[in-house]
T-cell receptor
Framework: AQTVTQSQPEMSVQEAETVTLSCTYD???????LFWYKQPPSRQMILVIR??????QNATENRFSVNFQKAAKSFSLKISDSQLGDAAMYFC?????????FGKGTRLSVIA | DAEITQSPRHKITETGRQVTLACHQT?????MFWYRQDLGHGLRLIHY???????NKGEVSDGYSVSRSNTEDLPLTLESAASSQTSVYFC??????????????FGEGSRLTVL
């Protein structure tokens, strides 16, 4: 079964600085998708970014980018120019031939 | 606008009672899912459905059941609520075909407390 590991339960970053959240996964599939979801205090789950495994180019969405290392099964999220509104739980998720599998999450605090 | 709604948003019940959490989506998505979120565990899959009359067990399905009689709804039933089922429950849907479930669109969650 696929597993997703987020090794940092909590992280903090100064406003306007850059932070990287780590995620590793385990799979025997060759074709799959990876996601980062954000969950602010409102509890709503919001898709931040998506990466298709067959694409070598790292996905980017405005201030959010990923470092996808397929051989290492690593999928980290970089947030640039951090803003107070980025404070949230961040979940890494894997989707292959089964429903999404989530990591346990990383709580990000942004310090003004 | 299309959306996915859950009800009730908050519920308190007693041990042993039957509870049903509703999930309704207007995206016309084939795939629907129920997850539970607990501190330290992230989101764990309870049940899912790839279409009408299709249901499948997830990682933590014991004590829960679902049925899919139409495209829009996937109610989650706790047959006999237990304190261990105190959690936040999320319904989600996606529109991809086959085994790949794609990006999930989430409801706002239902907080269930079992006393």
């Amino acid at each position: 079964a696929q597993t997703v590991t987020q090794s940092q339960p909590e992280m903090s970053v100064q406003e306007a600085e850059t932070v990287t959240l780590s995620c590793t996964y385990d799979t025997s599939e060759s074709d799959y998708y990876l996601f980062w979801y954000k969950q602010p205090p409102s509890r709503q789950m919001i898709l931040v970014i998506r990466q298709e495994a067959y694409k070598q180019q790292n996905a980017t969405e405005n201030r959010f980018s990923v470092n996808f290392q397929k051989a290492a099964k690593s999928f980290s999220l970089k947030i640039s120019d951090s803003q107070l509104g980025d404070a949230a739980m961040y979940f890494c998720a894997y989707a292959g031939n089964t429903p999404l599998v989530f990591g346990k999450g990383t709580r990000l605090s942004v310090i003004a | 606008d299309a959306e996915i709604t859950q009800s009730p948003r908050h519920k308190i019940t007693e041990t042993g009672r039957q509870v049903t959490l509703a999930c309704h989506q207007t995206w016309n998505h084939n795939n629907m899912f129920w997850y539970r979120q607990d501190l330290g565990h992230g989101l764990r899959l309870i049940h899912y459905s790839y279409g009408v009359h299709d249901t499948n067990k997830g990682e933590v399905s014991d004590g829960y059941s679902v049925s899919r009689s139409n495209t829009e709804d996937l109610p989650l039933t706790l047959e006999s609520a237990a304190s261990s089922q105190t959690s936040v429950y999320f319904c989600a849907s996606s529109d991809s075909a086959g085994g790949y479930t794609g990006e999930l669109f989430f409801g706002e969650g239902s907080r269930l407390t079992v006393l």
